[in-house]
């Protein structure tokens, strides 16, 4: 499986656009959203132009999480799945943990309970390994401070890929 990682959209719907497109041409049904997606308008756009399964924690700048939850619970928004500030998932016998600031990722992937650790917050891409665990930030879909990048991490091959749009 297919599983795109992503952080730090910031409202930028045209860097969305362009993901989404190529999610949809690879058909990718997984995406992992690592924090500030920002306002609760740009998460329904995320929802809309992706119709696989989207798993959000919320950033520093995810200001209005309670009418994001509360669109999400009525239904306004589809296919999100809220997880606070700690989202954990295990696809095919791998274990995932997603947060949004680096150093609670940073003690995540030292407990040894996960194969992979995700974060946004610095918009940098990085990757390093603490332990057996991978700890990987796919830098920022906004295009703030660095290139726009996400990544996209393939279960059955393990092979993690840096996108740059």
């Not at 998460?43 to 989207?54: K, Y």
């Not at 296919?79 to 700690?86: A, D, E, F, W």
């Not at 696809?91 to 609670?104: L, M, Q």
């Amino acid at each position: 499986m297919k599983i795109a990682i992503i952080a730090d959209t910031h409202d930028n719907l045209a860097t969305w656009g362009k993901t989404a497109q190529w999610l949809k041409k690879e058909k990718i049904r997984l995406m992992i959203h690592c924090g500030d997606v920002c306002a609760p308008a740009t998460l329904r756009e995320i929802s809309q132009d992706f119709s696989g399964q989207v798993h959000l924690v919320f950033g520093n700048v995810d200001g209005d999480e309670f009418t994001m939850s509360q669109k999400v619970s009525k239904g306004e928004i589809k296919n999100v799945t809220l997880c606070g500030q700690l989202g954990e998932l295990e696809i095919d016998a791998k274990k995932f943990a997603f947060t949004h600031r680096p150093e609670f990722a940073r003690g995540l992937a030292s407990t040894g309970k996960y194969d992979f650790v995700f974060y946004g917050h610095t918009h940098k891409p990085w990757e390093e390994k603490i332990g057996f665990c991978r700890l990987i930030n796919p830098g920022n879909l906004a295009g703030m401070f660095f290139k726009s990048t996400f990544a996209v991490y393939d279960t059955k091959q393990d092979k993690l890929e840096l996108k740059i749009l």
